[in-house]
């Protein structure tokens, strides 16, 4: 299981960026809404992330598959 | 007093005017339009690999069987697979003013792996596979209220192996640049039960028949027809074809991602997953100490906790830093750590290189050892409950990195209806000397 400790950073990880947070217009996310800054993996980034969760025994957390669909774990 | 009634109508009839512009606007935003397409994205990419360590002959180069009768089974992983999917998106309109997306993707790769050629001992099976999957989704988006609802559905087929997939997904904006994301997916798969056809006296019940390591059905092949046949133990009624057995996978997903500033973004994403069923691969062999041969056998029920933070910072013009880490636990007794960082550097505003490293770490599951490592007692029968030589489930490190572009020039690439350009290159070592190249295109069409 995660441990506590884990669990605690991630939530303090959280707490400080949302608490430092500064409000962007729509107008001003000409920056944050670059192709690559897309809080995600890309496209072309598929096979690898395919062939990683063949090959690797852990998967997910990264907006791809978490296991089953395919012959790997 | 008339001068003071002229300025009130003079306000009044300005007021008017200003909100019948604001009405006028979002009924122009929100009017009704078919579903159109607006981009087709096409990936095609080659994958190339080597390595000495194959699950498929128990995790090497092995013998199989003792004395005059041994078989060497070679370890290699070689294997190249060629990759492409395609994928349409159309964009519509609603009365109501929500915005429809549909995703419709067609996705076919063919390998051809040296290892699968030992699927039987002889070195016969055939070593190509093709796998097709197609795709569906649909998002429904409230641009006023910042909410969505989707859901998907998901085909994979390949000789060995069917899924099936459900998954439905909500979406909420808060007015300070954060967006909370849930999702619940189900892949009801099934695993073709083809075993290894070797001559172990273990199986064999009698001429043209084997027994499943887990008696759950007999394979008889008829010898001039040559035809498959599986039966349930003690029925003499046969179905055609190989057996299946049921692997389930079932995931929640939750990610809340924040803008914190103009130029910085972060993501946190959780998945909680649970697999039940058959969970070995039939054709994985293991190779214990007494070199008796058996096939994988692994628990029918694994729990995954993976959970993952994004941070992407826009430096200046020119650089920005993507960079992604990922914890994974489950109950197999595998943790892991992934690190990644990728520096994409604007040359122009339309043309950008992007140096990627990914670190990655992980411990052994409890069912893991090596060839001839898995131990049987006195009378011949495993020690351990659950046993695989696939060296997924080994103890190692890995370093991939490598190099991308991508051309995006406004309005397109010229006389064409080619609107991006990306290339990926990358290089991948892992401490079990499995080595590997990928290289990817991506096409966005507009």
């Known amino acids: ?73 | 007093m008339k001068k003071l009634s002229l300025t009130l109508i003079g306000l009044y009839v300005l007021f008017l005017h200003g909100f019948s512009q604001v009405s006028q606007k979002y009924e122009d935003i929100f009017q009704s339009k078919p579903l159109k397409l607006e981009e087709i994205n096409l990936v095609t990419s080659y994958y190339s690999q080597n390595g000495s360590h194959s699950a498929v002959t128990g995790g090497g180069t092995s013998l199989l069987g003792l004395g005059a009768n041994a078989v060497t089974l070679p370890g290699s992983e070689k294997l190249n697979d060629f990759s492409n999917m395609l994928e349409l998106k159309l964009v519509g309109y609603g009365e109501t003013g929500n915005r429809h997306t549909i995703l419709a993707g067609l996705g076919i790769d063919h390998h051809t792996a040296a290892s699968q050629k030992y699927i039987t001992a002889s070195g016969a099976s055939s070593p190509d596979g093709t796998r097709v999957y197609p795709s569906l989704n649909w998002t429904m988006e409230n641009l006023n209220k910042g909410t969505e609802v989707g859901i998907g559905t998901y085909y994979s087929h390949e000789y060995n192996y069917n899924s099936f997939a459900l998954d439905g997904h909500v979406g909420f904006k808060n007015k300070t640049g954060g967006e909370f994301g849930a999702k619940v997916s189900a892949y009801l798969d099934q695993v073709v039960l083809i075993y290894p056809k070797d001559d172990s006296t273990l199986y064999k019940t009698g001429t043209n028949s084997l027994v499943t390591p887990y008696d759950q059905f007999v394979i008889k092949t008829n010898a001039s027809s040559g035809a498959v046949y599986s039966y349930l133990p003690g029925s003499t009624s046969g179905s055609t074809g190989y057996p299946t057995a049921s692997r389930n996978t079932f995931t929640a997903s939750l990610s809340y991602s924040q803008v914190i500033n103009k130029s910085l973004q972060m993501a946190i994403l959780f998945d909680a997953v649970k697999q039940e069923g058959y969970l070995s691969l039939p054709f994985h062999r293991v190779i214990f100490n007494n070199h008796l041969e058996r096939y994988e056998k692994l628990p029918n029920s694994r729990t995954k906790l993976p959970i993952g933070f994004r941070l992407n910072y826009f430096i200046g013009d020119d650089v920005i830093i993507r960079s992604y880490y990922r914890y994974y636990t489950d109950d197999w007794g595998l943790t892991s750590h992934t690190a990644s960082i990728e520096i994409p550097y604007k040359i122009t505003p339309f043309f950008s290189v992007s140096p990627f490293y990914r670190y990655y770490t992980q411990t052994a599951t409890k069912y893991f050892a090596p060839l001839y490592q898995h131990k049987v007692d006195a009378a011949a029968n495993p020690v351990e409950s659950y046993y695989t030589s696939n060296y997924a489930s080994s103890a190692f490190n890995s370093n991939y990195y490598g190099l991308g572009m991508r051309s995006a020039p406004p309005g397109g690439f010229k006389n064409t209806y080619l609107a991006s350009l990306e290339v990926r290159y990358g290089h991948y070592v892992q401490t079990t000397d499995l080595n590997s190249n990928v290289i990817s295109l991506h096409f966005t069409f507009k």
Do not use: H, P
């Not at chain 1, 993996?41 to 791809?64: D, H, P, W």
């Open chain 1, 1 to 73: 299981m995660i441990s506590k400790k884990f669990t605690l950073f991630s939530l303090l990880l959280v707490f400080l960026f949302a608490s430092s947070c500064e409000t962007v217009k729509e107008y001003q996310k000409n920056r944050l809404n670059d192709a690559e800054m897309a809080l995600s993996s890309r496209k072309v980034e598929k096979n690898e992330m395919n062939f990683q969760s063949y090959k690797e025994g852990a998967a997910g957390a990264n907006g791809g598959k978490t296991g089953g669909g395919c012959g790997c774990n």
